[in-house]
């Protein structure tokens, strides 16, 4: 059996698992070591100095490339450390498309940074081809996904959004921190790079901040290490071992979180309070037949509407089980409201043209046991209705 014959559930505990040649020790050592000795003036070995690589930081690059079919790996201390070093392979005078509804840190990146350095950027429905074909300009060298997009779940079909801009001489970035590479692997779809808020999901105990990047190939690679290395923004030892700790468990998580939120998701269908839910996962929603075949589920995050901003007050206020807060991906469920969170930014247009209504609440579904979420959301809105 070759090493790629096994499966995620194998890989993420494979890959993370070295044992230590001279000890023993079974998982790798946090090795807090800012410089490396060299043993003969004349021939350096594998590690000089830190930044530039470390033993801790090679697993868990490792690791990320071979769980997303990839060449190399990296390893950033956030997830915009990440998106904004892959971004960086642009030059001066290049044009980047990315769909409308990308994360909000990456909007703030190209509007408000990557134009001081002559990039441009244009923001397009990429659920819509004609409108990507017309968006393409002489100058554009890269296409940003993200799927399934936060906060409204919309569903981006990678092949065929990798084809056109393959078609164009373009790449395509995903951001795939929404589905981690166990439930879908956009290289294996098109893409020629993929980031991660490992902030989220992979990670997925709400404790460290971490971004990565996989590239396809080699030469993408030796692009994204040179910039890791020249800008400097790379993972730390401990945190590169706290997120090693959480991929172990990435695919069991996944898999019990998506069929707990596929299960609250059929649920707050039938909710008379709830007016609409998006949830790639449901058969009735726009993406479900894109989302089927690209990824192994929904995901474990969902959203869904209940009429108003004094409603979502009143949720808030009743929930007993559910984090309030930003971020996602972890273990305990959080609910978020984007208006006044992470799309706060944006004015009442920009929100509504982006499906982000006043009564819109983000659900990320953890691990607690899906019939007391339920029971917790069926008291609450029982409140709500009196
Ligand atoms: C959180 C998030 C990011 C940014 O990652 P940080 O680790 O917070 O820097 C990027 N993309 C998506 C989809 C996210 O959810």
Known sequence: MTKDAFSDWTKVIKTTTKPDKESGAINPAIQLSSTFEQRDFDHFGHWDYARSGNPTRDVLEESIAELEH??????FATGMAAISTALLTLNQGDHVILTKNVYGGTFRLVEEVLTKYGISHTFVDLGNPADLEE???????????????????QVTDIRLVAKIAHDHGALVFADNTFMTPVLQKPLDLGADLVVHSATKFLAGHSDILAGLVVTKDEDLGKQIYFLQNAMGATLGVSDSWLLMRGIKTLAVRMEKESQNALELAQWLEQQELVTKVNYPGLEADAGYAVQSSQAKSGGAVLSFDIGSEDNVRQLVAELKIPIFSVSLGAVESIISYPPKMSHAEMNVEERHDRGITDGLVRYSVGLEDINDLKADLHQAFLKIKE
């Open 135 to 153: 968006a393409f300009q002489d100058n554009t060298k890269v296409v940003y996904v993200e799927t399934p997009s936060n906060p409204t779940l």
């Open 70 to 75: 990839g060449t190399r790996g990296f390893a």
